[in-house]
C-alpha cells in the first residue's frame, strides 16, 4: 500500500512563499509521474503541476512562473515551491502518483493518478 504524506501547507499573505513536501512511505519515486493537485472550496480538483520520471514539468498557466516541482536526487520527495501567493491560490493541495507508463496523455488527467495523500492547506490571506 502506497502512502503519500504531504507537508508544509499553512497561512500566508499574498506575495508571500510556501514549500509543500511529499514523501512515499516505503518508497521512492519511479513512477510515471507525480503530480500536486489542488481544490478550492466549492471548486473541482485541478492539477497544478506534475513532473514525469524523466523529469520532464507540466505547469497549469496560473501558476507559470511561481510555482516549481522539484525532486530530490534520491526520488523520495517532492516539492512545489509557490512564490508569489494569491488569494486564488488557496486550497487543499493534494500529492498523487499516477503509476502507469502506458498512459498517454501528458500531463496525467485526474483520472489517471493512482494514489492520493491526505492533503495540506494553504490559505492565502489579501
Known amino acids: 500500500q502506497v502512502q503519500l504524506v504531504e507537508s508544509g501547507g499553512g497561512l500566508v499573505q499574498a506575495g508571500g512563499s510556501l514549500r509543500l513536501s511529499c514523501a512515499a512511505s516505503?518508497?521512492?519515486?519511479?513512477?510515471?509521474?507525480t503530480g500536486w493537485i489542488r481544490q478550492a472550496p466549492g471548486k473541482e480538483r485541478e492539477v497544478v503541476a506534475a513532473?514525469?520520471?524523466?523529469?520532464?514539468?507540466y505547469y497549469k498557466d496560473s501558476v507559470k512562473g511561481r510555482f516549481t516541482i522539484s525532486r530530490d536526487n534520491a526520488k523520495t520527495t517532492v516539492y512545489l515551491q509557490m512564490n508569489s501567493l494569491k488569494p486564488e491560490d488557496t486550497a487543499v493541495y493534494y500529492c498523487?502518483?499516477?503509476?502507469?507508463?502506458?498512459?498517454?496523455?501528458?500531463?496525467?488527467?485526474?483520472?489517471?493518478?493512482?494514489?492520493w495523500g491526505q492533503g495540506t492547506q494553504v490559505t492565502v490571506s489579501s
Open positions: 498523487a502518483i499516477c503509476s502507469r507508463y502506458d498512459i498517454a496523455a501528458w500531463p496525467p488527467r485526474l483520472q489517471d493518478y493512482d494514489y
Open positions: 513532473i514525469r520520471w524523466n523529469g520532464i514539468t
Open positions: 516505503g518508497r521512492t519515486f519511479t513512477d510515471y509521474a
